[in-house]
């Protein structure tokens, strides 16, 4: 692949949650959503999740230099 090709490919699908999200593939809005991906009802194809860390989840962050 080469930097032609890779700048016209479009931007991932992504799943987000509270937002109304229609499927790619067939257009359906009823998803079943897990940890990682939200499954769409209708045609079965699968999103990844878009999330912001929230509270209580781990965030990385990279330890001081010393």
Not at 30 to 52: I, K
């Amino acid at each position: 692949m080469n930097a032609q090709t890779t700048m016209h490919r479009p931007a991932p699908m992504l799943y987000w949650p509270g937002e109304t999200n229609r499927c790619p593939c067939c257009g359906g809005k009823a998803w079943h959503v897990g940890r990682v991906t939200a499954e769409c009802a209708a045609c079965e194809a699968a999103l990844p999740l878009a999330q912001e860390p929230g509270a209580g989840d781990p965030v990385w962050e990279p330890k001081p230099a010393q």
